[in-house]
């Protein structure tokens, strides 16, 4: 009879130990065992705003008018609390870049304006994600023959939205050498009657779509794709209409009055002189970000097993 009662609280011991190794994953029922994870992204990002675009006119700002030749790259890090089965949050720090050419649309007037800029980009923001869809589960460790079991599912669907920071610095290419564009006030910003000097620091809106799945008991892997609306017209630093270039020339030289009006001949000049359309103030700028997620798990460790160790009272065994 010991020897029965020794044999069943060893295997019990041994089942144990096989359960905590292989619910060292998110599962429904232990969610939180995953409660805290760090997140890699990296991807292409995509500026929406008044320079480059497509080869039309009414899709500005909208995610139709994304150029491809224009994409850059953005990396990011972030920390990841899970606090319920269907709600995440995180803290994102990321940094990418952004830019547009009208060289490269073959829209007339956009083309003819011969306006280009680059801006870095950094941006911290919180996000709350909503988990619509997942399928968490534990198949067997063991494939036999001609058993079904249960397969191994670690999929997330989520949308998510937040807010958070944006430092900007839009600079232009003259002949060759990128210089900053602010200090330039190409649009007059500072003059009488004319707009107001630009922060470069805007509040930012993240909204998007997610998908994780998992590759091992630590380790997932997804895609993100993120839109962010801004709060400024000036990320590619156009917004209003143009301003008279000799004033310019004046006051801050000749870079400036050359990044205000860069049309090639004298008539395409004339369309974006003082006073005339340059830009588009009713709508603000925004970017999009297309991320391959790496995600680690931090909630614990992986330890190796440990030996099954048996503990009773007043009980022993006899062999």
Known sequence: MNKIIFLFLFVINCLNVFYAQTTNFNSTKNWRRNKKEIVLNIGPTGFLGELGGKDMVGTEYSLADLDLKSTTMN????????????????????????????KLTLEPVRNA???????????????????????????????????????????QVYLFAGVGLCYFNPMGNYNGTWVKLKPLHTE??????????????TPIIPVGLGFRMGIDRMWRVGLEITYFK??????????TTGFDTDLL?????????????????EKEKSWFSNGQQRGNSKYKDAFVFANIIVVRNITYKVTAPR???LKWKGLRAKF
């Open 230 to 239: 801004t709060f400024s017209d000036y990320i590619d630093d156009v917004s």
């Open 113 to 155: 304006r011969n306006l280009n800029f680059k801006s870095t980009l950094f941006t911290v923001y919180q996000r709350l994600e909503f988990l619509f869809y997942f399928k968490e589960s534990f198949g067997h460790k063991y494939n036999f023959k001609g058993v079904n079991g249960r397969k191994n599912h670690n999929e």
């Open 188 to 201: 007059g910003q500072g003059f009488p009657n004319r707009p107001k000097d630009y922060s470069l620091i």
């Open 249 to 265: 020339q004046e006051k801050y030289g000749t870079v400036a009055a050359y990044m205000s009006n860069p049309a090639r001949t």
């Open 307 to 309: 030996r099954p160790q």
């Open 75 to 102: 990396i990011g890090l972030s920390y990841r609390y899970r606090f319920r089965p269907f709600f995440a949050t995180s803290t994102i720090i990321d940094i990418g870049q952004v830019k547009g050419d009208d």
